[in-house]
């Protein structure tokens, strides 16, 4: 982002200062206004410094609250009028960086032996409405011996009612698709996704998943999984030693 230096900014709040001091006599009304426009003229300008300094240094995040006060506590002064042509952008980018850091720390990535050999896994909590983390987390596992798998795992150990091959309904940003799942052999509460790889693919593409499922012992539940923030690099193939 462009920086303008504020020296102009200064120059104005130290000449409306000066001629605001220049008479001996009671101040009018006028002479009071004046005043009060230079001294927030220059109070402006300092914050403005601070602000030009953040943005010069990458700290746009930082930034975008000291503009944000110049243009509220200062309006109509010279520094509001330059925070004003920069802020609207930076506020916007620095949304989008915070929202992109809010999405990547969702996910928790791990590599680690396992039964034999070696696997990686890339997890995340399904989120309910209310913003509270459930009891589902949606599984993405590479193992050595076991291949790719994707599923859902029950952490209250409740687990899933899926017969044979069952179907769950998924929208992927809101487009509705319907996918086969199944239960493990084993008494773990998870719900396997068949078509690991077709599904990953097409999760590397969204920024939303639901899922309508049915929870032990008879609980229907629609969850939802904001997985925009997955990172590959992150999950990569496990190597055999």
Known sequence: MRIHRPRHILIAAAALLAACSS????PTPAQQAARQQAAQAA?????????????????????????????RKYPGTPAA???????????????????????????????????????TT??????????????VRLVLRRHTIWGQSVYLYDDSNAGFLCKGM?????????????WQAYLPH??????????????IAAMEKAGTI?????????????????VGGFDPAQFPQPTKQ
């Open 23 to 26: 008479s001996q006599q009671a």
């Open 81 to 119: 009028a330059e925070v004003q042509q920069t802020l609207p952008a930076l506020a916007a980018q620095a949304a989008a960086t915070a929202e992109r850091q809010r999405l990547r720390a969702l996910w928790l990535y791990q590599a680690a032996p396992m039964a034999g050999g070696r696997q």
């Open 166 to 178: 069952c179907t769950l309904t998924m929208r992927f940003d809101g487009r509705a698709e319907r």
């Open 122 to 135: 890339a997890a995340i909590s399904a989120v309910k409405p209310d913003g509270d983390p459930s009891a």
């Open 43 to 71: 109070a402006a300008a300092k914050e403005y410094t601070l602000y030009q300094q953040l943005l010069a240094s990458h700290g746009d995040a930082l930034a975008v609250p000291i503009g944000q006060e110049i243009v």
């Open 210 to 226: 639901t899922m309508d499922v049915v929870r032990k012992p008879h609980r229907e539940q629609t969850l939802r999984f904001e």
């Open 186 to 199: 084993s008494s773990d509460p998870a719900l396997f996704i068949k078509d690991d790889r077709r599904f």
